[in-house]
Each structure stands twice: as structure tokens, then as C-alpha cells.
């Protein structure tokens, strides 16, 4: 069974840094495109950052470039979301993802002073 | 970036009677490749979403063929034949031709 498990939300001030995980198994990891998204509360859902099976390419939303990079650790089947200069706005659920046909149940980002 | 719209963006439904939600692209969603990346998503009040339907019209593993999904270019529509009970939610399009990949706005149905 496919399950991706997120890890990593919380409270944090506006300008701090906050690293997200996500645990992938059932499926092998290093042959997936893997992508977060977050969804601000009671609001719509936003495509964040993706990330190659390899590794080797990563995009972003304009709104997240400069501030949160993309990763994965193919070896052990995880995928990571650091978030540095966090505003407000970015606060959301984020949810990792396998392509777009497998979620997560997401992890709460809260920035607030 | 490519804007997706929806409507209706409420839509109040019927047990048993058809829903139809339209979709649609500021821009073509044919990719250089010949396919078109358009997909459907459901929402369930908690829950994550849910894909239903990929690349317009092919319905994803373990989804009630109730569900259909057509369309071209920039132009596309989801449809439930039958409303059931557990089809309450928000619906929203995704398209993955362009990057960044983007939502539209979402479809709320809830019952009349």
C-alpha cells in the first residue's frame, strides 16, 4: 500500500525556518516525480515546489522561490521541504505528493507572531 | 502562469441527479507531447484530496464510473450521472501542462 507521511509542521515567527518531511513506502520512491502543495486554511490548494526522481531538477511557485528548497534522500525513501523566511501568507497544510495521484494527510504550518 | 476557472463555484444537488462542473484554461493545456494534463480532484470535508480523473477523461483506480470527465484545449467538464450521498465535497481541476502547475479555484456541492 502506497503511503506518503508528513512530519515537521508547527508553530513558527514570522521570518523563521521550518523543515518538512515526508516518508514515502509502498512504492519505489526513486522512480517518482514527488511535489508539495499546501492549502492556507478554508482556502483552495496551491502546487508549491516539485522535484525529479533523480533529484537533478527542482521548480517552484514564484511566491515560495528564494525561500523554500526541495530535496529527497532517495535512499531512504523521504522528501524534504525547507522553509526559511516564513511570512504569514505561507501559513497552510502542506501535503507531500507522488505525482498527482497520491497524498499525504498533510502537516499544519502555522507563522504567527 | 495559466489561470484555471470553475463554475458554478457552489453548486446544490439532488440525490440521484446529474452534476456537471466546467473547468476552464487560460491558455491551451495540450502539451508538446500530443497529451493533454488536465485532472479532477475531490475534496471530502477532512480529508485530502483525492485525484479522479487524469489526463481529461481517464478515471483513476477504484472511482464509481458515475464519474466522467471531457473536454479539449481549454475547454473541459466533469460530470456525475447520479449525485450520491458521498459525492459532498469541493472539486477542483488541476492542470500539469504548464509549469507552475495550477488549481482552479474549487466547486463546492452540497445538498439542496
Known amino acids: 500500500e502506497v503511503q506518503l507521511v508528513e512530519s515537521g509542521g508547527g508553530l513558527v515567527q514570522p521570518g523563521g525556518s521550518l523543515r518538512l518531511s515526508c516518508a514515502a513506502s509502498g512504492f519505489t520512491f526513486s522512480d517518482h516525480w514527488m511535489n508539495w502543495v499546501r492549502q492556507a486554511p478554508g482556502k483552495g490548494l496551491e502546487w508549491v515546489a516539485n522535484?525529479?526522481?533523480?533529484?537533478?531538477?527542482?521548480y517552484y511557485v514564484d511566491s515560495v522561490k528564494g525561500r523554500f528548497t526541495i530535496s529527497r534522500d532517495n535512499a531512504k525513501n523521504s522528501l524534504f521541504l525547507q522553509m526559511n523566511s516564513l511570512r504569514a501568507e505561507d501559513t497552510a497544510v502542506y501535503y507531500c505528493?507522488?505525482?498527482?495521484?497520491?497524498w499525504g494527510q498533510g502537516t499544519l504550518v502555522t507563522v504567527s507572531s | 502562469d495559466v489561470v484555471m476557472t470553475q463554475s458554478p463555484l457552489s453548486l446544490p444537488v439532488t440525490l440521484g441527479q446529474p452534476a456537471s462542473i466546467s473547468c476552464r484554461s487560460s491558455q491551451s493545456l495540450v502539451h508538446s507531447d500530443g497529451n493533454t494534463y488536465l485532472n479532477w480532484f475531490q475534496q471530502r470535508p477532512g480529508q485530502s484530496p483525492r485525484r479522479l480523473i487524469y489526463n481529461v477523461s481517464n478515471r483513476d483506480s477504484g472511482v464509481p464510473d458515475r464519474f466522467s470527465g471531457s473536454g479539449s484545449g481549454t475547454d473541459f467538464t466533469l460530470k456525475i450521472s447520479r449525485v450520491e450521498a458521498e459525492d459532498v465535497g469541493v472539486y477542483y481541476c488541476l492542470q500539469t501542462t504548464h509549469w507552475p502547475f495550477t488549481f482552479g479555484p474549487g466547486t463546492k456541492v452540497d445538498f439542496k
Open positions: 522535484i525529479k526522481d533523480d533529484g537533478s531538477k527542482q
Open positions: 505528493a507522488r505525482g498527482s495521484n497520491c
